[in-house]
């Protein structure tokens, strides 16, 4: 995938190369593309097709092919596209591109797209199951800009005022493929890894933010550490450790988590953001859920690590169950969630409890009947319920969970918010 970025005119080209293997016999493909975009060309295994024979009125991009695929017949679909993609009002809640500005004017961009969808900057397979097995991104954009995104560097080229940086993931969730653009700086280690191998780290950070970055990074290993002993090894340490600071919230993009907390520390004495976003890395994007009803357990498997962390760094009274507590009395349901989706925030809960508040989108995401697409007004149930692993995180995870009971009970009682969870 080639992306070129004009921050000036807010607006994006790219030429996306998918190769995909038709599970049965095929007489068509079907992507999924922001019909924002005019798509210039689409092209399949190097043969340019006809107009007439695609279409994308509606967001989904339905391709005839030549000729039917045989079942196990691998297809290499290239599409050409442009445009001025979809704007997020309020990220990362509400997803899309995020064209912001440094406090010195310098353009400042990112993209959070959890909830609307990979297709609202590539054409991809919108469905949790989707995982491409490798992303090569290259990412142009004026220079001096820089580009960090997913897994592992493999080079920069400029030219013309241009430059464009070369990226390659194995296995991303859809969503959690990033832009973010901007003149960072960059703070690099390794972490020794409590499994004896050593994994690059690296904070992309913006100038005039040198103190902070610092402070933060110093507390990668530590924070890392905390998971490796209690869910398990670092899932992507092949690729890299990586944090980039974002104009929004924070993201669980894989290997390139977001953050936007200002370098806020909680109660306890650390970001309690950057912890639930690393937790992500492994419930998220090494356990992933296989249906959009259970985007909750992402959000409810990370919100427990922050109590978990507390009594990792403090012990149990002090910290951990004060902090269950402060969750649990954090959920404030100002109307009753029968069914459907409801309309406004503030009326299913108190949007001021902060990071930890991602656990109570779980609770609502737990009432809704499915995601809608915003494009066609349909809902989506076309895959089993449950989780599915691409590690031993699964396992690892109910030796944690009989380990630590407090999700479900606090001090003996009952949690009050009568949510189990069961593996």
């Known amino acids: 995938m080639s992306l070129r970025v004009d921050p000036e005119h807010e607006t994006i080209d790219g030429k996306a190369k998918l190769v995909v293997q038709a599970r049965e016999p095929l007489q068509s493909v079907s992507l999924d593309l922001d019909r924002n975009f005019k798509i210039h060309s689409v092209a399949v295994d190097g043969t340019m097709l006809p107009a007439n024979v695609w279409s994308n009125p509606d967001g989904r991009l339905r391709i005839s092919l030549p000729q039917t695929a045989a079942a196990g017949t691998q297809i290499e679909v290239t599409v050409e596209y442009g445009g001025k993609p979809h704007v997020a ?33 590539w054409p991809c397979i919108d469905h949790p199951t989707a995982e491409p097995q490798t992303v090569d991104l290259r990412i ?12 592992v560097l493999l080079g920069v080229e400029e ?18 493929i990033a ?8 703070l690099e280690g390794d972490y020794a890894s409590r499994y004896g191998n050593s994994i690059p780290m690296y904070f992309w950070y913006l100038p005039g933010h040198e103190d902070e970055a610092a402070e933060l990074f110093a507390e990668f290993p530590r924070m890392v550490d905390f998971f490796e002993q209690r869910i398990g090894p670092y899932p992507f340490a092949d690729e890299k450790i990586g944090v980039v600071e974002t104009p929004y919230k924070g993201m669980e993009h894989q290997t390139i988590n977001a953050y936007g907390n200002h370098y806020v520390k909680d109660a306890n004495g650390y970001d309690d953001l950057l912890q639930h976003e690393f937790a992500h890395e492994w419930f998220g994007n090494q ?38 507590h402060r969750q649990r009395f954090g959920i404030i349901n100002r109307a009753p969630v029968v069914s459907g989706t409801p309309q406004h925030e503030e009326d299913v809960y108190n949007e001021e409890r902060g990071p930890g508040g991602d656990l109570r989108q779980g609770l609502i995401g737990a009432a809704q009947p499915a995601r809608a697409d915003r494009r ?10 449950g989780l599915r692993s691409s590690g031993s995180g699964a396992r690892q ?27």
Request: proline share 6%; charged share 20%; hydrophobic share 35%.
């Open 89 to 121: 009002k309020r990220a990362p809640w509400d997803g899309g591109f995020v064209w912001a500005r440094t406090e010195d004017g310098q353009p400042w961009i990112g993209t959070a797209v959890e909830g609307e969808g990979c297709d609202l900057f």
């Open 140 to 151: 142009s954009v004026p220079m001096p800009l820089v580009a960090p995104s997913n897994g």
């Open 159 to 176: 030219a013309d005022g241009w430059r464009t940086y070369h990226w390659r993931t194995h296995n991303p969730n859809t969503y959690a």
């Open 179 to 186: 832009l973010n653009i901007a003149p960072y700086k960059v």
């Open 287 to 324: 356990l992933t859920n296989a249906d959009w009803d259970d985007m909750w357990l992402h959000e409810g498997f990370g919100s427990y690590m922050q109590p978990l962390y507390a009594q990792y760094l403090y012990g149990d009274m002090a910290s951990y169950y004060a902090a269950l």
């Open 376 to 385: 066609r007004g349909v809902l989506r149930r076309d895959s089993p319920a």
């Open 397 to 423: 995870l109910r030796v944690a969970l009989r380990q630590h009971r407090g999700l479900r009970e606090c001090r003996g009682r009952r949690h009050r918010s009568g949510l189990s969870l069961v593996l």
